[in-house]
């Protein structure tokens, strides 16, 4: 990993219907990310968060089936120059979120500096909706789908370029909640994908390691989206979209470790911190404490 990193927060909370994660790059902030990351020899740079407008509540805040679109759209463009901008300088970008819509800004970013960039997805979800199989229209819940180039072109064409991932450079890990379109979706590109059914079978270990092999000679750089929601409700009370029989805090740990020592991580995001839903910031805390564990930490 390089040595300097830039932290951009995104305080969206458009993507989704529950209010609250927009206040998460600050409780990220709050439970002492930089002075972490800090310890751990590394060059901090916070360049503060990306501006979010708000709906205009008089008119209709979405289009078709998407809801507040432009705003979407719009903050994210924001945070693609960003991200462009800090990649360009030779930094690591470390994005803060804000619920997951985030990360079609962020992969836009990315993507055009490299040939074949991977992906980590780790969450409970897929991501993979779009409007068409959408059953809210959140637009948290389209971020992977939309980076793959499946989507509505005011997203997939952000920079001005799509997609920006392939689907056989992508991996997620911890799915438990798909729906159906999205079940059609990542049968119809192939797309791998490793379960709650396939840790509890095998273990983590054994799902990181096949997941980093996979990746490392495929790919020139390998960006990590990591939702909390991811694990288990119990260990991150404040995600706005909890799914029981997630991974723990300790395979969590391990996954991030692992990919530490793999030296593969170019770039990433931690999304989904809800503070309102939060139990003393417990969440975000435990965010931390996985950056920390992917940036190097270590007992000894």
Do not use: C, W
């Given at each position: 990993?390089?040595?300097?990193?830039?932290?951009?927060?995104?305080?969206?909370?458009?993507g989704?219907?529950?209010?609250?994660?927009?206040?998460g790059?600050s409780?990220?902030?709050?439970?002492?990310?930089?002075?972490?990351?800090?310890?751990?020899?590394?060059?901090?740079?916070?360049?503060?968060?990306?501006?979010?407008?708000?709906?205009?509540?008089?008119h209709?805040?979405g289009?078709?089936?998407?809801?507040?679109?432009?705003?979407?759209?719009?903050?994210?463009?924001?945070?693609?120059?960003m991200?462009?901008?800090?990649?360009?300088?030779?930094?690591?970008?470390l994005?803060?979120?804000?619920?997951?819509?985030?990360?079609?800004?962020?992969?836009?970013?990315?993507?055009?500096?490299?040939?074949?960039?991977?992906?980590?997805w780790?969450?409970?979800?897929?991501?993979?909706?779009?409007?068409?199989?959408?059953?809210?229209?959140?637009?948290?819940?389209?971020?992977?789908?939309?980076?793959?180039?499946?989507?509505?072109?005011?997203?997939?064409?952000?920079?001005?370029?799509?997609?920006?991932?392939?689907?056989?450079?992508?991996?997620?890990?911890?799915?438990?909640?798909?729906?159906?379109?999205?079940?059609?979706?990542?049968?119809?590109?192939?797309l791998?994908?490793?379960?709650?059914?396939?840790?509890?079978?095998?273990?983590?270990?054994?799902?990181?390691?096949?997941?980093?092999?996979?990746?490392?000679?495929?790919?020139?750089?390998?960006?990590?989206?990591?939702?909390?929601?991811?694990?288990?409700?119990?260990?991150?009370?404040?995600?706005?979209?909890?799914?029981?029989?997630g991974?723990?805090?300790?395979?969590?740990?391990?996954?991030?470790?692992?990919l530490?020592?793999s030296?593969?991580?170019?770039?990433?995001?931690?999304?989904?911190?809800?503070?309102?839903?939060?139990?003393?910031?417990k969440?975000?805390?435990?965010?931390?404490a996985?950056?920390?564990?992917l940036?190097?930490?270590?007992?000894?």
């Open positions: 990993m390089k040595n300097n990193i830039s932290i951009i927060g995104v305080p969206m909370d458009l989704q219907s529950r209010r609250g994660v927009d206040m790059p409780a990220i902030r709050y439970a002492g990310v930089i002075d972490r990351l800090e310890q751990l020899n590394y060059t901090v740079n916070d360049l503060g968060d990306v501006p979010v407008s708000r709906p205009d509540v008089k209709k805040a289009e078709g089936n998407l809801r507040n679109l432009t705003q979407i759209a719009e903050a994210n463009n924001h945070l693609a120059e991200v462009d901008a800090e990649i360009n300088k030779g930094t690591f970008p994005v803060f979120g804000g619920d997951h819509s985030i990360a079609i800004g962020s992969l836009a970013g990315i993507a055009k500096h490299y040939d074949n960039l991977g992906v980590i780790y969450d409970a979800h897929g991501d993979l909706n779009t409007d068409e199989t959408s059953p809210s229209g959140n637009i948290h819940g389209m971020p992977l789908a939309v980076n793959l180039g499946f989507g509505h072109e005011k997203l997939t064409k952000i920079l001005g370029y799509f997609p920006k991932v392939k689907p056989e450079n992508v991996v997620v890990i911890g799915a438990r909640d798909l729906d159906p379109g999205e079940k059609e979706l990542i049968k119809k590109i192939n791998k994908v490793y379960t709650m059914h396939e840790i509890d079978r095998v273990g983590m270990p054994a799902i990181m390691e096949e997941a980093i092999e996979y990746l490392k000679d495929r790919t020139d750089g390998v960006h990590l989206s990591l939702d909390l929601d991811g694990l288990d409700p119990r260990e991150v009370p404040g995600v706005g979209t909890p799914v029981l029989g991974m723990t805090y300790r395979e969590s740990h391990l996954a991030m470790e692992m530490h020592e030296d593969i991580i170019t770039s990433a995001e931690f999304v989904e911190v809800n503070p309102i839903l939060d139990e003393k910031n969440t975000a805390t435990v965010a931390v996985l950056m920390g564990s940036f190097g930490e270590k007992l000894k």
